[in-house]
């Protein structure tokens, strides 16, 4: 059974190796790709 997964992230190498480990892995459906402009905080 694989989880669908939303990817919301800013853009960044480090968020592309993710982007490109979620999308190779049988475990995971990726749905969807956002992206924001920049590191930010929950409040």
Request: charged share 20%; hydrophobic share 50%.
């Amino acid at each position: 059974m694989t989880r669908a997964l939303l990817i919301d992230t800013d853009p960044g190498i480090d968020d592309a190796v993710a982007i490109a480990l979620a999308l190779a892995s049988p475990e995971v459906d990726v749905i969807g790709i956002s992206t924001v402009g920049g590191n930010s905080g929950l409040e």
